[in-house]
């Protein structure tokens, strides 16, 4: 077994931790010292001793020196000055090896130092000790200023008025024990709670509750006298005792509650990027209300309301993959919308609404291995249908948590920034201030023309938005990946597969699109007064039996953005049969169910409007 000069051995019952000085040349005698001890000095030790304690595990090598200093921070001019001084007066006895280590030769040294420097035998001891304890070094000889003060260390309140003296007043009181309560008292009733007062505020309300010379009644007024200035903590006082006993996270989340202090106020310690691996790995889900105003596309002066926006983004890539623009506030039916979007072939998606594109531009077309969503959309019965139907795991952020799904969160606002100077009907923040201008007065836009505009903003968004923030690892910095969308998307597709799941878009639409009842009639399959028909109906005179015996209700399920078609559902078995709009209906083509019942409501209203004049 080796050891070597400076090497430091702890003895593991004890806890005392020594340091070999130094080390004859045939490996049989050693010097060693206690680095804690304040009277220590160097002592003799056989290398064979130590090499049967450390066998015995009596004494066990150590890594970590107490005393070994980074040698970066700046050293004030004045210690290298006594530090320099304290190594002329030990330079000389130190370089003399093993002959220092004996008493008799070191006491000759010492008092030859102390007639050469004029310095006192305990000085030059301690220039020793310290050398010799903390690495043999010069910088081991700067003086422990540091230790000064008492810094942390709280004094005890004597009679004598601590602290800087004040320049305006007189001496003003110690803060004793008894203060200390007070304080404490009055920050937890004043401060550190939801009105969130200010800490003057705190102050003020203490000084009134706890130093009230006197109280009375005058006039109906109740009074207060305060003892006098110089029995009264002051503010300064009072905010640092605060500023002392209690932490900035206690402090904010006594204040603003734990879920804002989660949301707001926590450190960021991690990334996203953490909890996946590649394309698939997890997408996050997420709906907002459009800052605008949207008309009917049947009458333009019928302003149907706000829209709701729904994103389904890739963690990975940060890549939209699917989206839904409707009507309804955020619900389950939205979220599907926005899931079946994930699995739309994109090119056939986007020429519906007359955008042109390559299957490259944008390629997503799968279901992910998890999805991270709302509590309200996707906690309950609903969410079996995924789980289920494709082993999709799916996970909910906690409440008042958006921070948990921050990348669609801030794509959010990224979208409706960019759009917001040209779209006319745009709600400012004003809305709804007293003499602010009715948006609503200045929507111009349909659901579809909204829709068109977003999804080629979130084409420019996948093909050219540079994501600054994105750590990319060391196979994308390899590979020279750009931090865009698309790009990611690509690599990881490339380099990462294995997460995405493809099933066929109808499958997927079927088990994700809501259904509901549909009445077979003498005049169609009637449903939320729409009328459609089959081949199977006809094949089977579905309709002719309605006028002969009666209706009859059957399943469907329908995509409430495009009603031109819905779907029927056979429950015996895993068939479904398309059902196309029939004649009266068709002027509903291509239509989402919000403007449809938008009309219907309408039409109601209008043949109630003119019952009277018809009487």
Not at 311 to 328: A, H, P
Request: with cysteine.
């Amino acid at each position: 077994m080796n050891f070597f000069v400076n090497e430091l051995l702890k003895n593991p019952l004890s806890g005392e931790i020594y340091r070999i000085l130094w080390i004859d040349d045939g490996n049989v005698v050693a010097y060693l010292i206690d680095i804690y001890d304040e009277k220590a000095l160097p002592f003799k030790r056989l290398i064979q001793e130590l090499t049967d304690e450390i066998l015995e595990e009596s004494l066990i090598k150590i890594k970590e020196d107490p005393f070994m200093s980074s040698g970066i921070q700046d050293i004030p001019e004045k210690y290298i000055e006594l530090r320099n001084q304290a190594w002329k007066v030990i330079e000389e006895m130190v370089n003399d090896e093993p002959a220092i280590y004996e008493k008799k030769q070191r006491s000759k040294y010492i008092k030859d130092a102390m007639e050469k420097h004029q310095v006192t035998y305990p000085a030059v001891r301690k220039y020793l000790r310290k050398y010799w304890q903390r690495g043999k070094n010069i910088n081991a000889l700067l003086p422990d200023y540091n230790n000064s003060g008492g810094r942390g260390k709280e004094k005890e309140a004597g009679v004598k008025k601590r602290g800087r003296p004040r320049k305006y007043s007189s001496q003003g009181i110690n803060v004793d024990e008894r203060t200390k309560k007070i304080f404490r008292v009055a920050l937890e009733k004043y401060y550190l709670t939801s009105k969130e007062n200010r800490l003057t505020d705190a102050y003020k309300m203490m000084i009134k509750e706890f130093y009230a010379k006197d109280i009375y009644i005058e006039d109906g007024v109740k009074k207060i006298i305060i003892e006098d200035k110089e029995s009264l903590p002051t503010l300064t006082q009072f905010r640092y005792w605060y500023n002392k006993e209690y932490t900035v996270p206690e402090s904010t989340i006594a204040r603003k509650g734990r879920k804002k202090f989660d949301k707001d106020y926590r450190a960021v310690l991690n990334t996203s990027l953490s909890e996946v691996h590649g394309p698939g790995s997890r997408f996050q889900i997420d709906a907002t209300v459009g800052d605008i105003y949207l008309i009917s596309k049947y009458n333009p002066n019928w302003i149907i309301g706000r829209p709701v926006i729904y994103l389904v983004m890739d963690v990975f890539s940060r890549m939209v993959v699917g989206m839904y623009v409707g009507l309804e506030g955020p619900s389950w039916l939205g979220a599907m919308m926005a899931m079946a979007n994930t699995v739309t072939n994109k090119q056939k998606f986007c020429s519906q609404y007359g955008i042109e594109i390559s299957k490259e531009e944008w390629p997503s077309e799968h279901l992910p291995e998890i999805l991270l969503a709302d509590r309200g959309e996707f906690e309950g019965f609903n969410a079996d249908r995924l789980v289920e139907a494709f082993n999709i795991h799916v996970e909910n952020a906690a409440p008042y948590r958006a921070d948990w799904k921050g990348v669609v969160e801030k794509h959010f606002d990224l979208i409706q920034k960019k759009v917001r100077p040209f779209l006319p009907g745009y709600v400012e923040k004003d809305f709804q201030e007293r003499g602010a201008r009715d948006y609503r007065l200045d929507a111009v836009l349909t659901l579809e023309d909204f829709t068109k505009i977003l999804i080629k903003q979130i084409l420019h968004y996948n093909q050219k938005h540079f994501l600054q923030d994105y750590i990319r690892d060391e196979d994308m910095i390899r590979d020279d990946v750009q931090p865009i969308p698309l790009h990611l998307w690509n690599w990881g597709i490339k380099n990462r597969t294995g997460k995405l799941r493809y099933h066929p878009e109808n499958l997927v639409k079927l088990h994700l699109m809501p259904r509901d009842d549909a009445t077979v009639t003498h005049k169609g399959i009637r449903f939320k007064g729409i009328y459609y028909s089959c081949e199977r109906a006809l094949k089977e005179s579905w309709f002719e039996t309605a006028r002969q015996k009666g209706s009859w209700k059957v399943t469907i399920a329908y995509d409430p953005r495009n009603m031109t078609s819905v779907f029927l559902i056979d429950p015996d078995s895993t068939k479904y049969e398309t059902c196309y709009l029939l004649t009266p209906s068709e002027r509903l083509k291509n239509t989402s169910l919000d403007e449809i019942r938008y009309l219907q409501e309408y039409e109601k209203q209008l043949k109630h409007d003119n019952s009277h004049q018809q009487l």
